[in-house]
Antibody
Framework: EVQLVESGGGLVQPGGSLRLSCAASGFTFSRYWMHWVRQAPGKGLVWVSRIKTDGTDTIYADSVKGRFTISRDNAKNALYLQLNSLRAEDTAVYYC??????????????WGQGTLVTVSS | DIQMTQSPSSLSASVGDRVTITCRASQGISNSLAWYQQKPGKAPKLLLYGASRLESGVPSRFSGSGSGTDYTLTISSLQPEDFATYHCQQYYSTTVTFGGGTKVEIK
C-alpha cells in the first residue's frame, strides 16, 4: 500500500523558516516524480513544486520561487520542502503527492494527509 | 500559467440526483485533465484522469467528458458518501493548476 506521511509543520513567525518532510513507503520511491501542493484554510488546492526522480530537475510556482526549495533523499525514501522567508499567505496545509507513472502526465495518484504550516506573529 | 475556472463553487443536491460540475481552461489542454474528490480534513483522492478515464476502484457513477477548454464531471446518482469537494486539475503544462473547487452539499 502506498503511504505518504508529511511532518514538520507548525507555527512560525513571518520571515522565518521551516523544513517539511514526507516519508514514502509501499512503492519504489526513486522511480517517481514527486510534488508538493498546498491548501490555505477554506481554499482550493495550489501546486507548489515538482521534483524529478533523481532530484536533478525541479520546478516551482512563481509564488514560492526563490523562497522554497524541494529536494529528496532516495536512500531514505524521503521528500523535503525547505520554506524560507515565510509570509502570512503561505499559511496552508502542505501535501506531498506522487506523480502518476504515465509518461508525460503530471497528475498525482497518491497523496499524504498533509501538515499544517501557520505563519503568524 | 493556465487558469482553470470551475463552476459552480458550491451546490446542494439530494441523494439520487444527477450532478454536473464544469471546468474551463484558459487555453486548450488536450484532455490533460484530472478530477479529485476531497472530504473535510482528508487528502484529495484521484477520481478520473485524461478527462474521462476512471481511476481503479472508483465507482462507475462518476464519469468525465469534454475536450479543448471545457470539461465536465458527472455523478449519475449521488450517494451519501459523495458529499465532498471536487477539484479539477490541468496537467497539460508542467506547472499544473487546479480549479477553485466545488463543494457538494446535502439539500
Amino acid at each position: 500500500e502506498v503511504q505518504l506521511v508529511e511532518s514538520g509543520g507548525g507555527l512560525v513567525q513571518p520571515g522565518g523558516s521551516l523544513r517539511l518532510s514526507c516519508a514514502a513507503s509501499g512503492f519504489t520511491f526513486s522511480r517517481y516524480w514527486m510534488h508538493w501542493v498546498r491548501q490555505a484554510p477554506g481554499k482550493g488546492l495550489v501546486w507548489v513544486s515538482r521534483i524529478k526522480t533523481d532530484g536533478t530537475d525541479t520546478i516551482y510556482a512563481d509564488s514560492v520561487k526563490g523562497r522554497f526549495t524541494i529536494s529528496r533523499d532516495n536512500a531514505k525514501n524521503a521528500l523535503y520542502l525547505q520554506l524560507n522567508s515565510l509570509r502570512a499567505e503561505d499559511t496552508a496545509v502542505y501535501y506531498c503527492s506522487r506523480e502518476t507513472s504515465y509518461s508525460g502526465s503530471y497528475f498525482s495518484d497518491s497523496w499524504g494527509q498533509g501538515t499544517l504550516v501557520t505563519v503568524s506573529s | 500559467d493556465i487558469q482553470m475556472t470551475q463552476s459552480p463553487s458550491s451546490l446542494s443536491a439530494s441523494v439520487g440526483d444527477r450532478v454536473t460540475i464544469t471546468c474551463r481552461a484558459s487555453q486548450g489542454i488536450s484532455n490533460s485533465l484530472a478530477w479529485y474528490q476531497q472530504k473535510p480534513g482528508k487528502a484529495p483522492k484521484l477520481l478520473l484522469y485524461g478527462a474521462s478515464r476512471l481511476e481503479s476502484g472508483v465507482p462507475s457513477r462518476f464519469s468525465g467528458s469534454g475536450s479543448g477548454t471545457d470539461y465536465t464531471l458527472t455523478i449519475s446518482s449521488l450517494q451519501p458518501e459523495d458529499f465532498a469537494t471536487y477539484h479539477c486539475q490541468q496537467y497539460y503544462s508542467t506547472t499544473v493548476t487546479f480549479g477553485g473547487g466545488t463543494k457538494v452539499e446535502i439539500k
